[in-house]
């Protein structure tokens, strides 16, 4: 076993490689890939770690201060449409696509005989976003534009899919998805914007306006509009890919772009005008502004009235991304706190010395450890169903059960939007936290937790907030009976657990399962306004439950192994999650984040033989 991390060897967390420094992640990405996607992508996945560490770090707090600026007009008053970026932010871009966030779970990368999984993609997002939240939005946008024209498009956008996934910066494009409308925000059915069709130049226009659009000059972004005819709500929206330059040229790149030493000439643009850049509390690197169409040239992505359904699928992606987006500042916050409590002294003795500090770090490394696992257990879902797809699509370099699609579609559709949820909120209070642990450096701009707080403050905004997305979790358990295979998921882990330093945790998970259980038939004969007002509750209570089975699971196999580390992890969310403990837990002697803080926060190893029994308080 390797030794513990003795995080006073850093000044600050940066200018470190974060995936050496995160064991947590390393752990979940062992789990999750298949054998031979792990030995490839482990040098792959430290050299990222380490590009992040240290170039996108740096930048991301240049451009956290420099944002992105909108020149609407040109010095005679016609729409340029031009977005002025930092260079650290063009370089920053340029080094993270061309290492493959998008493109290796797309196309085949070097050394494989298939695409990666998506868990991949996602994995490299979760260490981008120790650097920089607000430049993970267009990745992941960009990732989901892929998806939907890999899934939806009949071959006429190929020249567009291309470039989303392009492994080489000058051909890339990135993606965006204009959803939001003033009068419509989570009501995606009350959007206004009309799609006509141009016969005569043999395109559809679009006319309306988009209200929130991140990555508001995006080479290729898709749109919701309404056709002719087309019934209310979403029944009748269709899905367009609307290009920053006028698609009669050609299909415009990065390169292309770069190659004009200010805007684009007015006739190379697409017909629309960005009407300002919205001045935001956080995600400086992403301009998020508001969108005119006017005749808009766009392009029918798939059939007529399957936009909402399209969506949806790359919804899933996006709410999946979001949540690896927080768990990647959790780990970040998280960083930043360990390094400071170690080299901080106070009264003689560093921080992290002192009892209540231990144990807040111990908790935030627990609430790390869980959202990580939750989230890469998802992902692992959603990257079995999206392979089992492409199987059926005739791919025949994915070798995967077709079976596996159903099975995972109908548990992955409960679990997301419960991974969004969550974790959106706990990487607000991880990084509100960590700026406290910093004193008043952390209240400042020149310290990275400030920023860390603004940029985690979006993520229950993005993909829909916490009330809608406790709704969804209704319609997933409605429509896909996705209680059958959470409770069989659940179960299967529970079973698992035997050894006898997992008993009393696992006693209590078993029995809130049954609790569970219980309310989620509760709630089946009650009426619609109970069940609703019940909702985020009962999101909030599958996280915990389904996280704790979780954990427990993979504590058993680290024990297995000869490392117990994991089972204390285990053992503490239950009690913080799950236990109801008496008189506060004040009278129950429990010592775990003095005696454990070692193991669950510099990752010491720790022999199973030493917690066969629950630790106790020293006579």
Same mark, same amino acid.
């Given at each position: ?13 940066? %200018? ?10 390393q ?7 298949k ?15 380490? !590009? ?6 740096? =930048? ?44 290796d ?22 260490? $981008? ?37 392009? &492994?080489?910066?000058d051909?890339? !494009?990135? *993606? ?70 006028d ?22 643009? =697409? ?14 690197? #992403? ?12 392009? $029918? #992505? ?46 003689? =003795? ?29 992902? &692992?879902?959603?990257s079995?169903?999206?392979?089992a ?23 992955m ?10 974790? *959106? ?19 400042? =701009? ?11 403050? #979006? ?39 035997t050894?006898?330093? @997992? ?36 999101? %909030? ?9 979780? @954990?427990?699971e ?36 429990? &010592? ?16 199973p ?5 629950p !630790?106790?308080?020293?006579?």
């Open positions: 076993m390797t030794d513990g991390i003795d995080y006073d060897d850093f000044e600050a967390g940066r %200018h470190v490689n974060y995936w050496e420094l995160d064991r947590t992640l752990r979940e990405l062992r789990r999750v890939y054998a031979d996607e792990f030995a490839w992508a482990e040098p792959r996945l430290s050299e990222f770690g380490d !590009l992040i560490g240290h170039t996108v770090a740096d =930048n991301a707090d240049y451009v956290d201060d420099h944002g992105p600026e909108l020149e609407t007009y040109d010095e005679y008053g016609d729409v340029q449409n031009r977005v002025r970026y930092p260079a650290e932010q063009l370089e920053n871009e340029r080094a993270v696509y061309e290492a493959g966030i998008v493109a779970s797309f196309e085949t990368p070097p050394g494989r005989d298939e695409p990666m999984a998506l868990s991949h993609y996602l994995a490299q997002l979760h260490l $981008l976003c120790y650097a920089d939240g607000g430049f993970g939005c267009p990745v992941a946008m960009t990732a989901g534009a892929a998806l939907v024209l890999e899934k939806f498009d009949d071959g006429d956008l190929e020249g567009y899919y291309d470039g989303l996934v392009s &492994r080489e910066y051909d890339l !494009l990135e *993606g965006a998805m204009f959803l939001t409308e003033e009068q419509g925000g989570s009501d995606v059915g009350a959007n206004e914007t009309t799609a006509e069709y141009d016969e005569a130049a043999g395109c559809w226009r679009l006319t309306g306006e988009k209200w929130f659009c991140s990555n508001i000059d995006a080479e290729g972004t898709l749109a919701l509009a309404r056709t002719r005819d087309a019934p209310e709500g979403t029944d009748g929206l269709s899905m367009f890919l609307v290009p920053h330059g698609p009669d040229a050609g299909v415009l790149t990065k390169g292309e772009r770069q190659e004009h030493a200010g805007a684009l000439p007015g006739k190379r643009l =697409n017909d629309q005008r960005y009407r300002r850049l919205k001045d935001k509390l956080g995600t400086i690197a #992403v301009p998020t502004g508001e969108v005119e169409f006017d005749g808009t040239k766009a392009l $029918l #992505v798939g059939e007529e009235e399957q936009g909402f359904k399209q969506m949806a699928e790359m919804l899933n992606l996006e709410r999946l991304s979001n949540a690896a987006a927080s768990c990647g500042i959790m780990g970040r916050a998280l960083l930043e706190s360990k390094v400071h409590a170690a080299n901080r002294e106070a009264f003689g =003795n560093t921080i992290d010395q002192y009892p209540l500090m231990r144990e807040d770090l111990v908790d935030m490394a627990v609430d790390y450890e869980a959202a990580t696992a939750y989230v890469f257990e998802t992902a &692992r879902l959603f079995e169903r999206e392979r797809e492409r199987a059926a699509r005739g791919d025949e370099s994915v070798d995967v059960d077709e079976g596996v699609a159903e099975d995972a579609y109908r548990l559709r409960l679990l997301i939007p419960i991974a969004k949820l969550r974790t *959106g909120r706990m990487a607000v209070d991880t990084t509100s936290y960590a700026m406290e642990i910093q004193g008043g450096n952390g209240y400042v =701009n020149d310290f990275v937790t400030h920023r860390l707080l603004r940029d985690a403050q #979006v993520l229950p905004i993005w993909e829909g907030t916490e009330n809608i997305l406790s709704l969804d979790v209704l319609r997933a358990l409605e429509a896909e009976a996705a209680h059958e295979p959470l409770t069989e998921a659940i179960q299967e882990r529970l079973d698992a657990v050894h006898p330093a @997992l008993e009393e945790s696992a006693a209590i998970v078993d029995a809130e399962f049954t609790d569970l259980a219980t309310a989620l038939a509760a709630l089946a004969g009650e009426d619609d306004d109970y069940v609703q007002l019940s909702a985020k509750r009962l999101a %909030h209570y599958i996280f915990e439950v389904f996280t704790a089975a979780l @954990l427990l993979q504590a058993q196999a680290k024990l297995e192994d000869g490392d117990g580390r994991l089972a204390l992890v285990a053992t503490r969310f239950v009690t913080t999650e799950l236990e109801n403990r008496e008189a506060r837990g004040i009278t129950s002697g429990d &010592r775990l984040p003095l005696e454990a803080f070692d193991a669950i926060v510099r990752y010491a190893p720790v022999e033989g030493a917690i066969e029994t !630790l106790e308080a020293d006579d």
